[in-house]
T-cell receptor, first 114, second 116 residues
Framework: AQTVTQSQPEMSVQEAETVTLSCTYD???????LFWYKQPPSRQMILVIR??????QNATENRFSVNFQKAAKSFSLKISDSQLGDAAMYFC???????????FGKGTRLSVIA | NAGVTQTPKFQVLKTGQSMTLQCAQD?????MSWYRQDPGMGLRLIHY???????DQGEVPNGYNVSRSTTEDFPLRLLSAAPSQTSVYFC???????????????FGPGTRLTVL
């Protein structure tokens, strides 16, 4: 079974600085999808960024970018110019090909210090 | 579009009571799923469905029942509530893999359930 590991339960960053959240996963598939979700205190799950495994180019969404290392099975999230509104739980998630469920890591709580 | 809706938002039950958490989506998604979120555990899959009449178990199915009679609705039933089922429950939906890129799942706002 696929597993997703987030090794940093908590992280903090100064406002306007850059922070990187780590995620590793285990799979034997070659075709799959990776996601980062943000969960603010409202508890709504918000998709931040996504990556298809066959695409070598790292995904970017405004201040959010990923470092996708397929061979190392690593999928880290970089947040640039951190803002107070970035404070939240961040979940890394994996979804295989076919009609397979989303598998989540345990999350990283990010605090942003003014 | 309303997206994915869940009712109720909050619920308190006594041990042994039964109830149904409602989930509906208006995006014509074939795939629907239920997760529970507990502190330090991330989101764990309870049950999922790939279409009307088809359901399957996830990682933590015990104590829960589902059915899928329509594409839009995917209710989650607690048969006899236990304190261990105190959690936040999320419903999510998506297209079947291959129909759209990324297979993004859309989440409802969650239901906070407390079992006393």
């Amino acid at each position: 079974a696929q597993t997703v590991t987030q090794s940093q339960p908590e992280m903090s960053v100064q406002e306007a600085e850059t922070v990187t959240l780590s995620c590793t996963y285990d799979t034997s598939e070659s075709d799959y999808y990776l996601f980062w979700y943000k969960q603010p205190p409202s508890r709504q799950m918000i998709l931040v960024i996504r990556q298809e495994a066959y695409k070598q180019q790292n995904a970017t969404e405004n201040r959010f970018s990923v470092n996708f290392q397929k061979a190392a099975k690593s999928f880290s999230l970089k947040i640039s110019d951190s803002q107070l509104g970035d404070a939240a739980m961040y979940f890394c998630a994996y979804r295989g090909s076919g009609n397979t469920p989303l598998v989540f890591g345990k999350g990283t709580r990010l605090s942003v210090i003014a | 579009n309303a997206g994915v809706t869940q009712t109720p938002k909050f619920q308190v039950l006594k041990t042994g009571q039964s109830m149904t958490l409602q989930c509906a989506q208006d995006m014509n998604h074939e795939y629907m799923s239920w997760y529970r979120q507990d502190p330090g555990m991330g989101l764990r899959l309870i049950h999922y469905s790939v279409g009307a009449g088809i359901t399957d178990q996830g990682e933590v199915p015990n104590g829960y029942n589902v059915s899928r009679s329509t594409t839009e609705d995917f209710p989650l039933r607690l048969l006899s509530a236990a304190p261990s089922q105190t959690s936040v429950y999320f419903c999510a939906s998506s297209y079947i893999s291959g129909r759209t890129s990324y297979n993004e799942q859309f989440f409802g706002p969650g239901t906070r359930l407390t079992v006393l």
